[in-house]
């Protein structure tokens, strides 16, 4: 099971247009012997709304309106590695507000905590990183477009006594969206941050042919330079949490990457998928500073999968 995920989900009704739902999951990894936590919440929803609280794995949009037929342990945003275009998946802890529907529109507030541990399957940090989010979506078929903006804020050990502000400047804004035309489903997203940490672009196409999905997928990040926003020791603050949630560090290079693949599917349940990516940047980076080589990027990628979900 090199790809196992399991998810166990419980819910109650409990009346009056009122329920909750309680989730956990862990993840197993074929050749290794570790099998790794994921999502622990428990929601409640009403009229009002619903509120869910816990420890979840977080991908961002950018990474939801990819083709879905290109795959791979590194391309998907797996935490373990840190070298491709987008930005990894992060598990933290939460509280999530997410208001009744406002006809198409979905309206969400976000509450986050990292990990202080440098744990590279956490993507947490040593600064103590906490984030806000606020955010809104848009589904009409055949769109569907969603946008959020990100505030964080960090106590470091080289700035105890202030930390970073939450109003120092350093703020993510993600747009993305899809739009399916029947043969073809187009989408396109696109990262930035205020303070000049490298922005992220994606574009994809999905095309269904009976059985067959193929996919496009093209990712891209522009070069990396240091944090020039304020003190030395925020500046320091800054490029170390930008290593702990992108895995991007000063003087990478500019990253693109393009994946092919197509998924068979058998059955609802059981496909096999093949893809494969080539990146541009393998060999390329060298810290500005220190005029050390870094470690290289990737090359190629390719994998070959037989899937069953139950």
Known sequence: ????????????????????????GFTMRGRGTAIADRDGTISLAGPMGSVTVGNLRACGPLDAVKSGAVTGPVYTANESENAVPLDKCSMVDVVIYTAPKLGDFTLAATY???????????????TGLTFTVVGATYARAPFMATADLTNYAAATSANQSSGLKPLDGWMRTRVAGTYDMGPAKFGLGYQT???GKADQMLASVAIPVKNVVF?????????????????AAENAALDAISTALSGTRNGDAASSAIGIGATYNFSKTTNLNASYITYSDAGK???????????????????VRLLKTF
């Open 215 to 231: 996919g496009l997928d093209y990712m891209a990040r522009g070069a990396q330079g240091a944090a020039t926003k304020g003190s």
């Open 112 to 126: 986050g905590e990292f990990n202080e541990a440098a744990g590279t399957n956490q993507r947490g940090n040593k």
């Open 1 to 24: 099971m090199h790809d196992g995920d399991i998810y166990l989900t419980a819910k109650e009704d409990l009346g009056g247009g009122m329920s909750a739902t309680a989730r956990g």
């Open 193 to 195: 941050w205020s303070w």
């Open 285 to 303: 980076n060298v810290n500005p500073t220190t005029g050390a080589v870094i470690k290289p990027l990737l090359d190629t990628e390719y994998r």
